[in-house]
C-alpha cells in the first residue's frame, strides 16, 4: 500500500493580547499549484514581490499603496482568500489567550510556551482530522525555533488521550537561509494565521465575560446575549475569516484558562516526560 503524505506549512502570529499559530495543509501537487496561482492572482496582479501581513497592517514598503484604499484593500483579501480556498487547502490553527496563560503558569507553577503549546494543538487537530495521512509541517523560523518545536513534541508525546499524535506528524523548521519572503506557500499560511489571530483578538472582550458567568452554559447564555445586543450572532467570525472558511473547512481552537486548567487536570500537571506532576 503506497504511503499518503501531505505537507504543512506554517507560522504563527502574536499582538501582545492573542498568540497563534496555524499549519496549512495540502497535498505536494496542490501546494505547486497554490503557488502559481499566488504568483499570478497575488503577487504579480498587485505588484508585490511577497506578502507579510504584519508590514500589510503597517502599510510598509510596497504595501504603501494599500493606505486609504478600501477597495483596493478588500481585493487583495479576497485574492489571496480565493487561492487558499480553490486548492482547498485546510487550515489547523490555534490561538491562546496570553492574560490566561500567564495566570495558569503563575498559579499552577507551570511554564509552558505559548508558540509550543498552540503548535501541540495543531498537531493534534490534524491527527485527529486527516488521521490516515502522513504530514510533514515546515515552520517558519522565530527566535528559539528549536526549543519551541522541542517543547511541542513533548507536549503532544505526553498528550493525555488514546491518540499517538507523534506518529505520523513531524514538525520541523523552514531550511536555514531560506524566508518566507521566496515562498508563497509560507505566505499563504502567514494570511491564514493573521486572519484566526485577528478574529480571536476581535472576540476576545467576550471570553472576559466567563470570569463572571456562574458555568459553561451560563456563559455562553452571556455570550449570545451580548452578541445580539451588538446585532450579531454567536459564535460569529469576522467576516474575512467567513470567507476563508467556505471551502477549506478549517479547524481552529482557543486555550483560555479554562482550557489550560482541563487539560493540566487530564494529564496529571506533566506536559513533557520528565516533568513531575
Not at 494543538?121 to 528559539?144: H, K, W
Not at 493573521?194 to 456563559?219: H, I, M, N
Request: glycine share 6%; with cysteine.
Amino acid at each position: 500500500m503506497a504511503v499518503l503524505v501531505d505537507k504543512a506549512w506554517g507560522d504563527d502570529s502574536d499582538d501582545g493580547v492573542i498568540s497563534a499559530v496555524a499549519c496549512v495543509v495540502g497535498r505536494e501537487s496542490d501546494w505547486g499549484e497554490f503557488e502559481r496561482l499566488w504568483r499570478r492572482d497575488v503577487l504579480k496582479r498587485f505588484g508585490l514581490p511577497y506578502t507579510h501581513m504584519r508590514e500589510f497592517k503597517q502599510f510598509k514598503g510596497p504595501f504603501a499603496k494599500f493606505k486609504g484604499d478600501d477597495a483596493l484593500t478588500r481585493q487583495f483579501n479576497e485574492a489571496m482568500i480565493g487561492a487558499v480556498r480553490r486548492y482547498r487547502l485546510r487550515p489547523f490553527a490555534s490561538a491562546t489567550r496570553l492574560a490566561d496563560l500567564q495566570r495558569f503558569n503563575q498559579g499552577r507553577g507551570r511554564d509552558l510556551d505559548a508558540y509550543s503549546l498552540n503548535l501541540y494543538a495543531c498537531c493534534f487537530l490534524m491527527r485527529v482530522a486527516i488521521p490516515a495521512v502522513i504530514i510533514e509541517a515546515v515552520m517558519d523560523r522565530t527566535n528559539g525555533i528549536f526549543r519551541k518545536l522541542e517543547l511541542a513534541e513533548c507536549y503532544a508525546a505526553s498528550h493525555a488521550g488514546t491518540i499517538d499524535i507523534t506518529d505520523k506528524i513531524q514538525a520541523i523548521p523552514l531550511a536555514k537561509g531560506v524566508t518566507a519572503k521566496d515562498l508563497p506557500a509560507m505566505q499563504g499560511a502567514d494570511f491564514c494565521v493573521w486572519e484566526v489571530r485577528k478574529d480571536y483578538t476581535f472576540k476576545d472582550k467576550f471570553f472576559d465575560l466567563r470570569e463572571s458567568a456562574k458555568g459553561y452554559q451560563a456563559w455562553r447564555v452571556s455570550m449570545s446575549r451580548r452578541a445580539k445586543a451588538n446585532l450579531q450572532r454567536w459564535p460569529y467570525h469576522r467576516g474575512s475569516l467567513a470567507a476563508l472558511a467556505r471551502g477549506t473547512k478549517p479547524w481552529h481552537i482557543i486555550w483560555d484558562f479554562d482550557a489550560l486548567c482541563a487539560a493540566d487536570e487530564r494529564r496529571n500537571g506533566v506536559w513533557c516526560g520528565d516533568q513531575a506532576a
